[in-house]
């Protein structure tokens, strides 16, 4: 019943921008934390960016910091990645996660998890 379903993935040139969406449904996401991931063919699913229920609190990956944004509208029950400046190694499936446990950068902290959207970056 509860989902999380992401959007806005595509293909972009080395410089572009993206903006990723994640609206969930089935129950409010309003008091969790919600989190980005990307994993690429061969690698482990790593961290990209999370936020706090509140927005206060922001974390995001060294690889990103500066070039990406994460955001949130609790009364749409989403969560954003502005991807600017992307880069071929940005190239990866993109899935959003929500945890009620509190922050964390951690795959197996976050209980629900969307399908992904694949964003690939060519040079």
């Known amino acids: 019943q509860v989902q999380l379903a992401e959007s806005g993935g595509g293909v972009v040139q080395t410089g572009d921008s993206l903006r990723l969406s994640c609206t969930a449904s089935?129950?409010?996401?309003?008091?969790?934390?919600m989190g980005w991931f990307r994993q690429t063919s061969g690698k482990e699913r790593e961290f990209v960016a999370a936020?706090?229920?509140?927005?206060?609190?922001?974390v995001y990956a060294d690889s990103v910091k500066g070039r990406f944004t994460i955001s949130r509208d609790n009364a749409k029950n989403s969560v954003y990645l502005q991807m600017n400046s992307l880069e071929p190694e940005d190239t990866a499936v993109y899935s959003c996660?929500?945890?009620?446990?509190?922050?964390?950068?951690?795959?197996?902290?976050?209980?629900?998890w969307g399908q992904g959207t694949r964003v690939t970056v060519s040079s």
């Open positions: 996660a929500g945890t009620f446990r509190g922050t964390s950068t951690q795959p197996s902290d976050y209980d629900y």
């Open positions: 089935g129950r409010p996401f309003s008091s969790a934390t």
């Open positions: 936020i706090s229920w509140s927005g206060a609190r922001t």
